[in-house]
């Protein structure tokens, strides 16, 4: 089955008729449609399916140890591209055939694995899927994330059939090195006019919640200077974080918002932001949030308002096998690049495995947005990236 | 029956046990308890009870033109107190008992009315039921709308065993004035020492929806620079209302807020915020939205984004019929004073009903908040307040 065909059948699941981007949040129904087609696929190809109790599954061609994995995962941010992480795990059931077609009989096993809740749209803990595999993430917290409507975990699992056992992942132990191909989230490859990149690393990232807390109020009768409004001190905090992470060329960003009571005639009791910073280096992260911070506290003063910050997740820098890097890059020539978004492969490799991955060329650089995209030929050409470092990697 | 008792019943329907605030939004559970109490407590009163098809109930003692109109709401904003609305429908009920205690036999028919979706929280249209009822809100316009869940007007109402049919209200034909007690939504009282006021005139005041929108981006792949990022443009919006009220002595206030897809590591592609603005004069409140969307505008344009504004309601200034506030007003000595907030009666006025508004003493001045509060013993005061006025405009 070509590239394409795969692809196609993948495109209509969760797809939003206004928007055009996706919603496949984990355990709900589009997110399973997409599954339930790998599974299916992985069936099809003759490869053993595993499933382990969080929420992962691992399609086996071979036995033993010392597996090539490659995969990605299969859920997508609200209202996200088709392209961030379905790419991977299409192109490697398409490097998989390539391989077959090319009558290659790997040496070691290949795996292909699709990551549950890798973007933490849902529960809110990114690479939650990898996270509880590897050992990250301790179960007993984790069974404690309940989604927006107040669902726990292990619910939202068990309603869509699965027999969740959160955990250390025995799968893992047979894995010799990890290989995610994925698309670019930037325009590094549009600079350097090449289709495919590796990365050298992942840049230190994490969410933090910002409890912003006021006095409700009537918003007619209340004059300006009596109020002690949350929105006012969230709106200053939001404009600070923008305006440092410019300075210090890092990211911040204020994406997701609850207030409440969320009426138009009430002064908000209450305004909770989230905030995602990025930056090179660990030091700068934690810099960046101590800043933010402290300008929003500021704020609260003046607004008669109190801040809380609470680091939900916090992902120190990951630095690739720099040996394995070389090794997938080189003979394609390929370029070697840092990125500043979280991955799966970020999880694993931190967990000791040997870890690449490879970047397929996005023509804007835009992503997590309906308008997320890359070219058809620039996919092919991941696909044959992918199969010849399998190739290689599987010899 | 007494004014506690009466009170008493309806403490704790649709009362948060976590915020200790209400959720009475109109046809829905808790709102529609509180509305078969009230039709419950007039039919044990042998009050006629008439049901219009805008969810309005008018309970009657007597028949025929000229009547005296009592009452107010039952529903609350989101997370909101437990008087605006109810304390005024409950002083009704124990005026009357007080009435017929003291042997009183109206010349005139007494009504009691109880509007809906007075707060608007549900539909985003206050005084729905009054605007409906008199004519001010145009039945077809008024089937367009939608509750957060997409929900129409007219499915809600059925959905509660409703028979709504929109549009003026023939029971109105038979008022020949309004009288409607509230809780007062600031402090005005209290500077004066008194327990009860007359209002003079409502502020002009409005809604309007500001929709901010940018373009959806990954939050960690992309440069600030590359960001079109809605959310900053509504920030310095948001600090920009507050600002030019202050100065001017005026309301703005953003307090209900939806963020597309409001997901922590995406880039927002939209930001949709209302804006509750009120003023001394309509001329005032224009130039004030004026301002706001102005600074709107100039920073989309830093931002690369794109604000759009849209009129949701707009009341001009409602000057209660001087010669009854002074009938109502003076006998008790009561100051008359202005509001900021809206109420039924302020639509009644403007549909030509002579009205006039009594208010009871909050000692903190908070409203739209669970901690909206009012002494028994004021409001004892303006049970008696609205028994002596009912006395002597239905003698």
Redesign the interface.
């Known amino acids: 089955m070509t590239f394409e065909q795969l692809w196609q059948a993948l495109t209509p699941v969760g797809r939003s008729a206004s928007?055009g981007?996706y919603f496949r949040q984990p355990f709900a129904s589009a997110e399973r449609e997409c599954h339930a087609w790998f599974v299916e696929e992985c069936a099809a190809r003759g490869l053993d399916v595993e499933h382990d109790g969080n929420g992962n599954t691992v399609a086996w061609w071979g036995s033993g140890d010392d597996a090539v994995l490659t995969g990605s995962h299969l859920d997508s941010?609200?209202?996200?591209g088709a392209y961030d992480g379905p790419l991977g795990v299409v192109s490697s059931l398409a490097a998989l055939d390539l391989l077959r077609d090319r009558g290659f009989t790997p040496a070691r096993p290949i795996g292909v694995a699709a990551f549950a809740e890798e973007?933490?749209?849902r529960f809110?803990l990114?690479c939650l899927g990898s996270r509880l595999a590897t050992g990250a993430t301790d179960p007993a917290a984790a069974r404690e994330l309940r989604d927006r409507d107040g669902v726990p975990l292990l619910d939202a699992m068990a309603a869509c059939g699965l027999e969740p056992e959160l955990g250390r992942a025995a799968w893992l132990e047979q894995v010799g090195c990890f290989v995610e191909l994925h698309v670019?989230?930037?325009r590094d490859l549009v600079d350097r006019d090449a289709a495919i990149g590796v990365a050298s690393e992942i840049?230190p990232?994490g969410?933090w919640r910002f409890d912003f807390t006021g006095?409700?109020?009537?918003?007619?009768?209340?004059?300006?200077?009596?109020r002690h409004?949350p929105?006012?001190t969230?709106?200053?905090t939001?404009?600070a974080a923008?305006k440092q992470?410019?300075l210090a060329g890092e990211?911040?960003?204020?994406?997701?918002?609850e207030?409440?009571?969320?009426?138009?005639?009430?002064?908000?009791?209450r305004v909770t932001a989230?905030l995602?910073a990025?930056g090179s280096t660990d030091v700068e992260v934690a810099s960046l949030v101590a800043e933010i911070t402290r300008q929003g506290t500021e704020r609260a003063l003046r607004d008669g308002t109190v801040l809380e910050v609470t680091a939900e997740s916090v992902s120190g820098a990951v630095f690739f096998d720099g040996d394995l890097a070389g090794r997938v890059a080189s003979p394609g020539g390929w370029p070697i690049i840092p990125?500043?978004?979280?991955h799966d492969a970020g999880i694993l490799s931190a967990a000791g495995i040997p870890t690449a991955m490879l970047f397929v060329r996005n023509p804007t650089?835009?992503?997590?947005?309906?308008?997320e995209y890359a070219e058809t030929a620039d996919c092919l050409a991941g696909v044959e990236a992918l199969a010849d470092t399998l190739e290689r990697l599987a010899s």
Request: glycine share 14%; proline share 4%; aromatic share 6%.
């Open positions: 928007s981007g941010v609200l209202d996200g973007e933490g749209s809110g990114a670019e989230q930037g840049w990232h969410r006095e409700a109020n009537h918003a007619g009768t209340t004059q300006m200077e009596d409004d929105m006012l969230y709106a200053m939001a404009l923008n992470a410019r990211r911040a960003t204020f994406g997701r918002l207030v409440t009571p969320n009426g138009t005639n009430a002064v908000p009791s989230w995602d990025r990125t500043a978004a979280g650089g835009i992503s997590h947005s309906p308008s």
